[in-house]
């Protein structure tokens, strides 16, 4: 048995000796101001940061999770009345591994699958939830032995439960729940798309 659990820790030494980790993520920020209705103007702010941590395990595998941080302000202004603002917060984790499809070049084209938990919460509102799994197909360029420039296609697939925002209040009705399956049929857009940079050890 001793000599079973010394191999089985050697091999784990001997691949995380081997392992090239990187780090990286991405910053958004984003501001727009519509004028919906005579007299009123909506001002919607938001800024989002997403920590990654990875390990590539040889050539074509490799483990790795991903945070996401973000709030979303939303000022309404009425012309003679005053103002409202409200502002919601973001946090996810998505645990993750990822094969590498195919390098050509300095570009590696890469699916990354996996856990994703996802919360947003606002004042007077009970959290809206998301829980599921997720596939992302990605490129990195190799600017350097170092330094990578990342393109993922976010909710390519996914599938989990979703549990929606509620008024939190007495006598409220439970938050409505379902299950979801996303095969990207809303259509791509800019949010989709997201860059980062990484820094390779």
């Given at each position: 048995m001793k000599k079973v659990l010394m191999t089985l820790v050697a091999v784990a030494m001997a691949t995380t000796m081997n392992a090239q980790y990187y780090v990286g993520g991405n910053l958004g920020f984003g501001t727009r101001t519509d004028k919906t209705v005579a007299n009123t103007e909506t001002t919607k702010t938001n800024f989002s940061i997403n920590p990654e941590f990875g390990m590539a395990l040889n050539d074509q595998l490799g483990i790795g999770l991903e945070l996401s941080f973000g709030t979303t302000s939303n000022k309404t202004e009425v012309t003679g009345v005053g103002s409202t603002k409200s502002t919601t917060t973001d946090f996810g984790i998505k645990p993750y591994v990822r094969y590498q499809a195919l390098q050509w070049g300095k570009a590696n084209i890469f699916v990354d699958g996996g856990l994703e938990f996802a919360t947003s919460s606002a004042e007077g509102m009970k959290a809206d939830t998301k829980l599921g799994l997720f596939v992302t197909p990605g490129v990195a360029f190799n600017v350097s032995d170092k330094w990578s420039i990342v393109a993922?296609?976010?909710?390519?697939?996914?599938?989990?439960?979703?549990?929606?925002?509620?008024?939190?209040?007495?006598?409220?009705?439970?938050?409505?729940?379902?299950?979801?399956?996303?095969?990207?049929?809303?259509?791509?857009?800019?949010g989709s798309l997201r860059f980062g940079v990484y820094y390779n050890f």
């Open positions: 993922k296609l976010e909710d390519v697939f996914t599938f989990g439960y979703h549990k929606e925002a509620v008024a939190d209040v007495a006598g409220a009705p439970d938050a409505p729940s379902s299950i979801n399956l996303g095969l990207g049929t809303g259509g791509f857009t800019s």
